[in-house]
């Protein structure tokens, strides 16, 4: 079956560091691809996804690159913020399918 | 601005209890989820709708759990007899899937969710 796997946190970091969450998937079929962030107390909130192999998603200065080859979909910010606290999950949809599968999540902390 | 709201947001009650968790859709969205959340599982497809009919439960516990749709503005999970492994936080989310191969529309919008705690 389908299957996401992402780092474990928590990823603890100061602000204006460079951010990497790995996250890798298995999938039968070509999925999209999502990132998923939660902010304490509240609900997941879509925060960018990529439909097709080597396409880009990006918001809010995340970014991450639908890659087939390695099947990975990392998420990757230049300069953290302590607002961008929250749990991060990535996620797949594939094809043909409404439901989505979701890794595990992974808790970032940013200290000022 | 739209948004799914669930009641209530937080639960305490007592083991053998019935829990009763409510979800209001986006309107106009014809596809409801059921999330549970915990540390140890982490987010967990319980079950989902379309156009108010259920398409797959297999996620939920039978014995205990059941979801329904009553109307188009109304999704509950009930949980009889709840049992304190049931503490967890239950999400519900919506979206708009068109067409029968039900490709996906647009994306899932989640509710805040309800935090139930079993004791």
């Known amino acids: 079956g389908d299957s996401v796997t992402q780092m474990e946190g928590p990823v603890t970091l100061s602000e204006e560091a460079f951010l990497t969450i790995n996250c890798t998937y298995t999938a039968t079929g070509y999925p999209s691809l999502f990132w998923y962030v939660q902010y304490p107390g509240e609900g997941l909130q879509l925060l960018l996804k990529a439909t097709k192999a080597d396409d880009k998603g990006s918001n809010k200065g995340f970014e991450a690159t639908y890659r087939k080859e390695t099947t990975s979909f990392h998420l990757e910010k230049g300069s953290v913020q302590v607002s961008d606290s929250a749990v991060y999950f990535c996620?797949?949809?594939?094809?043909?399918?409404?439901?989505?599968?979701f890794g595990k999540g992974t808790m970032l902390l940013v200290s000022p | 601005d739209a948004r799914v709201t669930q009641t209530p947001r937080d639960k305490v009650t007592e083991m053998g209890q019935e829990v009763t968790m409510r979800c209001q859709p986006i309107?106009?969205?014809?596809?409801v989820f059921w999330y549970r959340q915990t540390m140890k599982q982490g987010l967990e497809l319980l079950a989902y709708?379309?156009?108010?009919?259920?398409?797959?439960d297999s996620g939920m516990p039978k014995d205990r759990f059941s979801a329904e749709m009553p109307d188009a503005t109304l999704a509950t999970l009930k949980i009889q007899p709840s049992e304190p492994r049931d503490s967890a936080v239950y999400f519900c989310?919506?979206?708009?899937?068109?067409?029968?191969?039900?490709?996906?529309?647009?994306?899932?919008?989640f509710g805040p969710g309800t935090r139930l705690t079993v004791l």
């Open positions: 709708f379309r156009n108010r009919a259920p398409l797959d």
């Open positions: 989310a919506s979206g708009l899937v068109l067409g029968t191969s039900g490709r996906a529309y647009n994306e899932q919008f």
């Open positions: 996620a797949l949809r594939n094809s043909g399918y409404s439901t989505l599968t």
């Open positions: 309107l106009g969205h014809n596809t």
